[in-house]
């Protein structure tokens, strides 16, 4: 009897090391589409190589896998583990791009940083998939190419010039239309966008309380209350997307959508045309700006997103930091700013509006909504609403994080008041368990402290 356990042990023992030994012996293969992306420096073509040798089999889809993969239980753990790789950064898409995916670049910085890639169970089966110092030096020196080269304008000074939160820039970089801004200014504020001439788009953004209302729940025509919070309209410019669900491309099309819903303005394009057609001195405006009489609303939606291309506010105290003003932050906001980075918020929450760039959603759905005290409803599904591809419920668009101390109630069910409390919550169900650090109390406090203040100006003004 323990003649056969011992070379039962053995016989398990053997082939225990089978694998990993001949993964030593006979890497994975790398797919060719893989290989025909195009490199812009030698610093990209020496990650590529990495990335080819070390990370695409669980961040690329349809990776080449190894000579075990159609073992049952292998096959399984594979797919998963690809599911989750390519959910949190595609290495083939970040190399396509020429890494100007500040999200995807961002996740990869962290785990690098912090050491958590491969991931435990990866080692195991394939000893030398561990970067060497030399790979991660590589990687992480790619990461500040990109950032200095292609993503940052700049602006930061010194240790922050390639930090993932950069300063906002004094406007919006592409030239405006000045007479087009003042014709989208009026109709930003003009109610006749309305069915009853009672709301316009500064009654649920309004300019003196950081681009919202501060409700939890706009209200629209005849008081009816909407069903998600009002996103600040303030800095939107730079999000890849409007609405938390990212149904509307950008500023033009996401105005398109308020003065058709009927919760909200409960209007109609005949409706709104005929009013503003009575307005002799907006319709010469009008006239002015575009060439031609008839009110249209695509010109309409065209104006009011070139005013709110104006709604940038820069020079926060975190901007002046970052730019060199090392009185700008006490003590415990600087501490904020670094704990922001490496408790990994500055991952999704990146750039120059901290936000707006990527749509995420809970680790653990379930356990998210758990913690806010209710079920899920429609509202909560998010980017799911819009595509019906389930990988997308509960994916929303991440808030960009500038002038948070005047954009309360937060998140996206205006649920929360109390920051430290959102930063826990972010921190315990959106941070990826690998990445995810221990945050006391006092981390929370500084980041909350922080991010307070984060709050601009706006034509010069402060808000």
């Not at 025909?36 to 990209?44: E, F, K, R």
């Not at 060497?132 to 190419?145: H, I, M, S, Y």
């Not at 005949?270 to 405006?285: C, H, N």
């Not at 760039?357 to 379930?366: G, T």
Request: proline content about 7%.
């Amino acid at each position: 009897m323990k003649r056969t356990l011992t070379v039962a042990a053995a016989v398990v023992i053997i082939l225990a090391l089978a694998i990993p030994l001949i993964n030593l012996l006979v890497p994975v293969p790398v797919p060719d589409q893989f290989h025909s992306i195009p490199t812009s420096s030698s610093l990209m073509a020496q990650v590529k190589e990495i990335f080819g040798a070390k990370c695409a089999m669980c961040h690329m889809e349809n990776p080449g896998v190894p000579f075990y993969a159609r073992l049952p239980v292998a096959s399984t753990l594979i797919e998963r583990d690809v599911r989750a790789g390519t959910a949190m950064w595609n290495a083939a898409e970040l190399l396509r791009k020429g890494g100007r995916d500040p999200v995807a670049l961002g996740k990869l910085e962290q785990s690098v940083e912090l050491g958590t890639m491969p991931i435990f169970q990866y080692l195991l089966l394939h000893w030398n998939a561990r970067l060497t110092p030399q790979e991660r030096a590589a990687v992480l020196a790619w990461v500040q190419e990109v950032r200095t080269q292609s993503l940052f304008r700049g602006l930061a000074a010194g240790q922050w010039a390639t930090f993932p939160v950069q300063p906002l820039p004094p406007r919006w970089v592409e030239p405006l239309d000045e007479r087009k801004v003042e014709l989208g200014r009026r109709l930003y504020h003009d109610k006749r966008l309305s069915t009853d001439d009672t709301i316009s788009c500064a009654s649920c953004h309004e300019l003196t309380k950081g681009g919202t209302d501060q409700r939890r729940f706009s209200l629209g025509v005849r008081n009816q209350e909407g069903d998600i919070n009002a996103p600040t309209v303030f800095n939107a410019v730079f999000n890849i997307a409007q609405f938390w669900d990212g149904r509307a491309k950008d500023l033009a099309d996401q105005a398109g959508g308020p003065p058709l819903n009927p919760v909200e303005m409960a209007s109609s394009w005949p409706e709104i045309l005929g009013k503003l057609g009575k307005d002799a001195e907006l319709t010469a405006l009008y006239r002015e700006v575009y060439g031609v009489e008839a009110w249209e609303p695509l010109k309409i939606q065209d104006a009011i997103a070139e005013f709110e291309k104006t709604l940038v506010t820069p020079d926060s105290p975190v901007d002046r930091y970052l730019k060199g003003d090392t009185t700008a932050l006490t003590e415990q906001e600087a501490r904020g700013l670094r704990l922001f980075k490496e408790h990994s918020c500055a991952t999704c929450h990146t750039g120059e509006s901290m936000g707006g760039q990527s749509f995420e959603k809970p680790h653990d759905p379930a356990a998210f909504f758990a913690a806010l005290g209710r079920a899920p409803g429609k509202p909560d599904y998010g980017r799911f609403n819009v595509t019906s591809n389930e990988a997308d419920r509960f994916k929303m668009k991440v808030p960009n994080l500038r002038n948070l101390a005047l954009t309360f109630p937060y998140l996206h069910d205006g649920s929360q008041t109390n920051l430290k409390d959102v930063v826990r919550l972010m921190h315990d169900h959106f941070v990826p368990p690998l990445n995810r650090r221990p945050m006391s109390d006092a981390d929370a406090e500084a980041i909350a402290a922080m991010l307070l203040k984060n709050t601009g100006t706006l034509d010069g003004k402060p808000l």
